[in-house]
């Protein structure tokens, strides 16, 4: 998949705490950095800048300002049925380990 980071994407966590849960942007920074929300009520990632190789973009997008407040993501997620997909946990993939490494 190629990697579209735009305002509303939604995107998984791969590394950190969060990693699992599902985001959305709400706006870049530069190249290397974006701010996403989760929002904290709906999937516990709160806002924050992180870098952009510690998440990875699905398919899925909403319609929100660049900077949306956390109330306007969530009115978002609703409008597009999207908030069930969101509370769902997705279990990182540990890419280009052997199970040597793991250990």
Do not use: F
């Not at 998440?55 to 300002?65: A, G, L, R, W």
């Not at 069930?84 to 199970?99: A, F, I, N, Q, S």
Request: avoid cysteine; charge should be positive; proline fraction near 3%.
């Amino acid at each position: 998949m190629v990697k579209v980071l735009d305002v509303g994407r939604v995107v998984v966590k791969v590394l950190g705490r969060e990693a699992g849960r599902k985001a959305v942007i709400v706006d870049i920074v530069d190249a290397n950095y974006v701010i996403i929300t989760g929002p904290k009520s709906l999937t516990g990632v709160k806002r924050r800048r992180v870098n952009v190789n510690h998440i990875e973009p699905t398919d899925k997008k909403i319609e929100i300002k660049r900077g949306a407040s956390d109330e306007e993501v969530l009115k978002a997620l609703e409008a597009a049925g999207l908030v069930e997909y969101m509370r769902e946990r997705v279990r990182p993939r540990l890419t280009g380990l052997t199970k040597a490494e793991v250990r």
